[in-house]
């Protein structure tokens, strides 16, 4: 009669040492892919945020030239965020508002964004032209086409 107890051991599945260290190699290369892609959008989000903020700045200065006949001047970071409280111009770790520069018929609003410290203004010129700027001082370089800076965004 064979023994059983010898039968019963072959009989045990499990993995082998190989084929654990195969599974592990495979989940390394796979976060190795999704890291780098996941921080990437972190970073998008966080321009994003500024953008916004920039915009949001724009609708508030000509919010405030409405009220004051059609001139900008006296359209301080400040008497932004009153006019528009969601404005943020103190929080460090969100994108706020930077500067606003202002003449009687022209002025840049800038917003800068949380972890990467790139700049996106809004330039509005005395012909009525508006531009939006981007300088990036990032080494991800956020600005449209991946560029330190841009007349676009």
Aim: hydrophobic fraction near 35%; aromatic fraction near 4%.
């Amino acid at each position: 009669m064979p023994d059983l107890s010898i039968q019963n051991a072959r009989d045990e599945g499990g993995f082998t040492l190989i084929e654990l260290l195969v599974v592990i190699l495979i989940i390394g290369i796979l976060a190795a892919i999704a890291i780098p892609a996941l921080l990437g959008q972190k970073s998008k989000a966080y321009d994003s945020s500024a953008k916004t903020v920039a915009q949001t700045a724009q609708t508030a200065i000509e919010t405030y030239s409405t009220e004051n006949n059609g001139e900008y001047t006296g359209g301080t970071a400040k008497k932004l965020n009153e006019l528009e409280p969601s404005l943020n111009t103190s929080k460090a770790n969100e994108a706020k508002l930077e500067a606003t520069i202002v003449t009687s018929d022209e002025y840049t609003v800038t917003a800068v964004a949380a972890n990467t410290g790139d700049k996106y203004s809004v330039v509005r010129k005395a012909n009525g032209e508006v531009e939006h700027k981007c300088v990036s001082t990032s080494t991800l370089l956020g600005c449209p086409g991946h560029t330190a800076s841009s007349n676009s965004w």
